[in-house]
C-alpha cells in the first residue's frame, strides 16, 4: 500500500508535491501545539494551583497577624482598665482573623459581614442589673486560660 502511494507521489507534478509538503508541515505544527496544549494543562496546572493555593495561605497568615496586632494596640491603647476586665488572649483574634480571611477567599465581603453581625457578634445590654450580677461572677469567670493555670497549680499543689 505504502509503495502504491510512493509510486504515484513519484509520478505526480513537482507544484503538488511542495503543496502537500507545506499542508502536511502546517497540520504538524498544529498537532504539536494542541499536544503540548494538552500536556501542559493536564500537568502542570495541578502543580501551579496547589502552589497558588499556598501563596494565599502565606498571604492570610501575613495579614491575620497585622490585624491581630493593630487589634492589640488599639486595646491597649484605649482607657479601659485592664484589672476588671482583661484582654483576650491574642492567639484568639489572629485565628478569628485567619478564619475570616480564608472566608473571604470563597464567600463575598457582603456574606462574610452578614454571617459575622448575625453569628459571632453578642450583644449584651448595659443595665444596672447585669453590671452588678457580672461584677459578682467576675471572679468565677476564668475562661480558657484561668482554667489552664488553675489545673497547672493543682498539680503543683499535689507534687509537694
Do not use: C
Amino acid at each position: 500500500m505504502i509503495d502504491h502511494l510512493l509510486s504515484q507521489l513519484a509520478g505526480s507534478p513537482a507544484a503538488l508535491l511542495s503543496f502537500l509538503t507545506a499542508v502536511a508541515g502546517v497540520v504538524g505544527a498544529i498537532v504539536a501545539a494542541i499536544v503540548t496544549a494538552l500536556l501542559s494543562k493536564f500537568l502542570v496546572t495541578p502543580w501551579l494551583s496547589a502552589r497558588d493555593r499556598q501563596d494565599r495561605e502565606v498571604e492570610w497568615r501575613k495579614h491575620a497577624a497585622e490585624l491581630t496586632k493593630l487589634d492589640l494596640e488599639r486595646k491597649l491603647k484605649s482607657a479601659r482598665d485592664l484589672k476588671t476586665t482583661p484582654l483576650r488572649p491574642s492567639i484568639m483574634d489572629f485565628l478569628a482573623n485567619y478564619r475570616d480571611l480564608q472566608e473571604l477567599g470563597a464567600r463575598s465581603p457582603t456574606d462574610l459581614y452578614n454571617d459575622i453581625e448575625s453569628r459571632r457578634i453578642t450583644r449584651v445590654p448595659l443595665t444596672p442589673a447585669t453590671s452588678s450580677t457580672q461584677a459578682k461572677k467576675a471572679p468565677f469567670q476564668l475562661g480558657l486560660v484561668g482554667v489552664g493555670l488553675v489545673l497547672v497549680a493543682v498539680m503543683l499543689a499535689k507534687r509537694r
